[in-house]
């Protein structure tokens, strides 16, 4: 007779297993992110990404109506939690070494659907696609992809106001975001690029049509409409804006009625995209509120411990390597020996506000104000250098932080190498504020190469971290102001002459590859 076995007991009961496997991954989690959350969270506190506070409480409640979709349709396959846990690691590395926070941001983003994924299986993330991709609205575009498109939004809204006033049958005459009706000016800055609108309206469309239309491509069409609604009813308020402070003053334009009529284009805009929605779904046989509801399995599948563990270990792992030591900075020369005498500007050196300082988050830096003895214009030097560059600190165009409170950007772009000034390209703003005109030029020194392209600095960095274990780069800022009379040639001379005399010098103070000059 053989005596019947039964099963060994574990040495740890599954759940508590389980429990233990989650409470490391997470533990994890939070180590690695401990610097970016506050980040996160921090960059809703403006006006420009308020939207982003609902995002957790409209996932949520997307889940919980979800919750029988979820149990019918997950199950114990984690190839998809897998993919996601690599793709975290993947956004960490770039956004952490490439200085981009939105990486990081988005690595946060894909950590939480891999541990998902783990829970609930791939069916289950494919039950909860809706919620995965709305959480992505919680995440703020980077600086310079934000200005660039708020630029572009402001020259747009411009051009659209401008026709819609000449259709009203009001004269008016528009250069780049200047709205000029004779006895008044409207400046259309980045509050009024409609940026702001569009992305909560993306949001809502998102909504609308998952909740009232059945068909994926009448809400795709709906998520395309949001786009030029948005921008017409923005453009609409300036419209308005401007005749009604041609016909009651400029007070109009500031002030109550401002922020009033900033809701007042959110709140049409809802309505148009509801109408819209209310279209589309006359076309659309197969109305839904939300997807079928069928009868659910009795449970959810089992985590898988495996899984959980990996995770746990993945976070620690990239944990242990972003706190890793870089290589060893070439030796450099303090800010504070910059020579303020160079040819015929004369110069005085000037302290950033803390805050300002906390804000650049620069490791050295010169900030001056020199005066030309021959033409009197002004001229403004900002070089800060930073010992490494991560998602917390990093150098950034100016367009992310301009000189001066009320400037406007009246044009961009980029100036080829100039013989005798610069071998390289420099990226030009003009400024403009109340009659004052500046000329301003820019670009990245970064480990012995000077680059303008805000994309390209980016994949630099990653690069060289990877490579040479170094982030240190520096953002160089020449500015003048015009005199009455001065062309914007003159201004760019003034520049290139001051170029001219401290690329010399840069490299004492912003280490090249090797230490020395731009190779």
Same mark, same amino acid.
């Given at each position: 007779?053989?005596?019947?076995?039964?099963?060994?007991?574990? @040495?740890?009961?599954?759940?508590l297993?389980?429990?233990?496997?989650?409470?490391?991954a997470?533990?994890?989690?939070?180590w690695?992110?401990?610097t970016?959350?506050?980040?996160?969270v921090?960059?809703?506190? +403006?006006?420009?990404?308020?939207?982003?506070?609902?995002v957790?409480?409209?996932v949520?409640?997307?889940g919980?109506?979800?919750?029988?979709r979820?149990?019918?349709?997950a199950?114990?396959r984690?190839?998809?939690?897998?993919?996601w846990?690599?793709?975290?690691?993947v956004?960490?590395?770039?956004?952490?070494f490439?200085?981009?926070?939105?990486?990081?941001?988005?690595?946060?983003?894909?950590?939480?659907?891999?541990f998902?994924?783990?829970?609930?299986?791939?069916?289950?993330?494919?039950?909860?696609?809706?919620?995965? @991709?709305?959480?992505l609205?919680?995440?703020?575009l980077p600086? *310079?992809l934000y200005?660039n498109i708020? *630029?572009?939004?402001?020259?747009l809204s411009?051009a659209?106001?401008?026709w819609?006033l000449r259709?009203?049958?009001?004269?008016?005459?528009?250069e780049?975001?200047?709205i000029?009706?004779?006895?008044i000016?409207?400046?259309?800055?980045?509050?009024?690029?409609?940026?702001r609108?569009? @992305?909560p309206?993306l949001?809502?469309?998102?909504l609308?049509?998952?909740?009232?239309?059945g068909?994926?491509?009448?809400?795709?069409?709906?998520?395309?409409?949001a786009?030029?609604?948005?921008?017409f009813?923005n453009?609409f308020?300036?419209?308005?804006t401007?005749?009604?402070?041609?016909?009651?003053g400029p007070t109009?334009?500031?002030?109550?009625?401002?922020?009033?009529?900033?809701?007042?284009v959110?709140?049409?805009?809802?309505?148009?995209?509801?109408?819209?929605?209310?279209?589309?779904?006359?076309w659309?046989?197969?109305?839904?509120? @939300?997807?079928?509801?069928e009868?659910a399995?009795p449970?959810?599948?089992?985590?898988?411990?495996?899984?959980?563990?990996?995770?746990g270990?993945?976070?620690f792992?990239?944990? *242990?390597?972003?706190?890793?030591?870089?290589?060893s900075?070439?030796?450099?020369?303090?800010?504070?020996? *910059?020579?303020?005498?160079?040819?015929p500007?004369?110069?005085?050196?000037l302290?950033?506000?803390?805050?300002?300082?906390?804000?650049?988050?620069?490791?050295?830096?010169v900030?001056a104000?020199?005066?030309?003895?021959?033409? +009197?214009?002004?001229?403004?030097?900002?070089?800060?250098w930073?010992?490494?560059?991560?998602?917390?600190?990093?150098?950034?165009?100016?367009?992310?932080?301009?000189?001066?409170s +009320?400037?406007?950007?009246?044009?961009?772009? &980029?100036l080829?190498?100039?013989?005798?000034v610069?071998?390289?390209?420099?990226?030009?703003i003009?400024?403009?504020?109340?009659?004052?005109r500046?000329?301003a030029n820019?670009?990245?020194?970064?480990? +012995?190469?000077a680059v303008? &392209?805000e994309?390209? &600095?980016?994949?630099?960095l990653?690069?060289?971290?990877?490579?040479?274990?170094?982030?240190?780069?520096?953002?160089?800022?020449v500015?003048?102001?015009?005199?009455?009379?001065?062309?914007?040639d003159d201004?760019?001379?003034?520049?290139?002459?001051?170029?001219?005399?401290?690329v010399?010098?840069?490299?004492?103070y912003v280490?090249?590859?090797d230490?020395?000059?731009?190779?």
């Amino acid at each position: 007779m053989h005596a019947s076995s039964s099963p060994v007991a574990p @040495i740890i009961p599954r759940p508590l297993l389980l429990l233990s496997l989650l409470a490391l991954a997470l533990a994890a989690w939070g180590w690695l992110y401990r610097t970016y959350l506050p980040m996160l969270v921090g960059s809703w506190q +403006g006006e420009d990404h308020s939207y982003a506070w609902f995002v957790p409480a409209v996932v949520v409640w997307l889940g919980w109506t979800l919750r029988e979709r979820l149990r019918r349709l997950a199950d114990e396959r984690y190839s998809a939690a897998a993919l996601w846990l690599v793709a975290a690691a993947v956004l960490f590395v770039a956004g952490k070494f490439g200085s981009i926070k939105m990486l990081v941001f988005a690595s946060i983003w894909a950590s939480l659907v891999a541990f998902t994924g783990f829970l609930v299986g791939n069916g289950g993330l494919k039950a909860l696609r809706m919620p995965v @991709i709305v959480a992505l609205f919680a995440i703020p575009l980077p600086p *310079f992809l934000y200005n660039n498109i708020s *630029f572009q939004l402001r020259l747009l809204s411009s051009a659209l106001a401008e026709w819609m006033l000449r259709l009203a049958g009001v004269p008016v005459f528009r250069e780049g975001n200047i709205i000029d009706l004779g006895l008044i000016t409207l400046d259309v800055v980045d509050a009024c690029s409609g940026l702001r609108y569009l @992305i909560p309206t993306l949001l809502m469309a998102l909504l609308v049509g998952w909740m009232f239309l059945g068909r994926n491509r009448l809400r795709l069409v709906l998520f395309l409409l949001a786009f030029p609604i948005s921008i017409f009813a923005n453009a609409f308020r300036i419209m308005l804006t401007g005749v009604l402070a041609r016909l009651l003053g400029p007070t109009v334009a500031e002030g109550f009625f401002h922020d009033f009529s900033s809701w007042l284009v959110y709140v049409v805009a809802l309505v148009v995209l509801f109408a819209g929605c209310r279209l589309l779904a006359i076309w659309d046989r197969e109305q839904n509120t @939300i997807p079928a509801r069928e009868k659910a399995a009795p449970t959810l599948p089992r985590p898988h411990p495996a899984g959980l563990f990996v995770a746990g270990l993945c976070l620690f792992a990239l944990s *242990f390597m972003s706190a890793a030591g870089s290589a060893s900075l070439p030796p450099r020369a303090s800010f504070a020996a *910059f020579p303020l005498e160079l040819g015929p500007w004369e110069g005085s050196r000037l302290t950033l506000e803390p805050e300002v300082q906390r804000s650049l988050g620069a490791s050295d830096y010169v900030h001056a104000t020199f005066r030309n003895i021959e033409s +009197g214009n002004p001229l403004y030097l900002l070089v800060s250098w930073y010992a490494a560059q991560d998602g917390t600190n990093s150098a950034h165009a100016p367009t992310s932080c301009m000189l001066g409170s +009320g400037w406007s950007v009246t044009g961009r772009s &980029n100036l080829p190498p100039r013989d005798g000034v610069r071998d390289f390209p420099v990226g030009r703003i003009l400024l403009e504020k109340g009659g004052n005109r500046i000329v301003a030029n820019y670009w990245f020194e970064q480990r +012995g190469r000077a680059v303008t &392209n805000e994309f390209l &600095n980016k994949w630099l960095l990653l690069w060289d971290a990877l490579t040479l274990g170094r982030t240190d780069g520096a953002l160089v800022r020449v500015e003048v102001l015009l005199r009455p009379g001065q062309s914007v040639d003159d201004g760019q001379n003034l520049v290139d002459d001051m170029v001219s005399r401290i690329v010399p010098l840069l490299p004492d103070y912003v280490p090249g590859r090797d230490g020395g000059n731009k190779g």
